[in-house]
T-cell receptor
């Protein structure tokens, strides 16, 4: 149990376009979703936390207008990178929170975004 | 706030060597502690976890013991293999959120 599916795994887009990344909890209800970003050879940094049906809470330094997060249902959260630029190229990973039994287990497999 | 500090890499060992990757944490309350592994080009995999003091997490020959008195969760393996080459992240829970250390890159030479 506690499986999270993230899609797509890789995406290449042109500078100026927008990219949407989906994160789904497959067998539990995710009341909270977390979005992380990983720069090459660095650790995962939390970008934002979203609770179903409410606005996301962004970490300091993360542009909320650049990284739009929607958590419209208990099984789906999306991250949209708007007007992407090469510096947005990174590895993005989601994690879903659904109570004590899911803590630590529920990471997606990540999305590698390359903006050209 | 809560934080995790782990030894910087890269760590390079020969096959069958003993591995230790140090990890210490700062936290209020009683977090769960984790080790994750990331193989080249892949996402995170949970390697092991411990939820309370003196718990030992183990998996695939790796072990780590939750030491409250030293606020540590060092990762050990008695005999490493080339296939263990990866980046290892120590982490702790803060509610549902996971806070990661900076990661330690491990290279195992045949």
């Amino acid at each position: 149990g506690a499986v999270v599916s993230q899609h797509p795994s890789r995406v290449i887009c042109k500078s100026g376009t927008s990219v949407k990344i989906e994160c789904r909890s497959l067998d539990f209800q995710a009341t909270t979703m977390f979005w992380y970003r990983q720069f090459p050879k660095q650790s995962l940094m939390l970008m934002a936390t979203s609770n179903e049906g409410s606005k996301a809470t962004y970490e300091q330094g993360v542009e909320k207008d650049k990284f739009l997060i929607n958590h419209a249902s208990l099984t789906l959260s999306t991250l949209t990178v708007t007007s992407a630029h090469p510096e947005d190229s990174s590895f993005y990973i989601c994690s879903a929170g659904g109570g004590a039994r899911t803590i630590g287990y529920t990471f997606g497999s990540g999305t590698r975004l390359t903006v050209v | 706030g809560n934080s995790v500090t782990q030894m910087e890499g890269p760590v390079t060992l020969s096959e069958e060597a003993f591995l230790t990757i140090n990890c210490t944490y700062t936290a209020t309350g009683y977090p769960s502690l984790f080790w994750y592994v990331q193989y080249p080009g892949e996402g995170l995999q949970l390697l092991l976890k411990a939820t309370k003091a003196d718990d030992k997490g183990s998996n695939k020959g790796f072990e780590a013991t939750y030491r409250k008195e030293t606020t540590s969760f060092h990762l050990e393996k008695g005999s490493v293999q080339v296939s263990d080459s990866a980046v290892y992240f120590c982490a702790l829970s803060e509610g549902d959120k996971i806070i990661f250390g900076k990661g330690t890159r491990l290279h195992i030479l045949p």
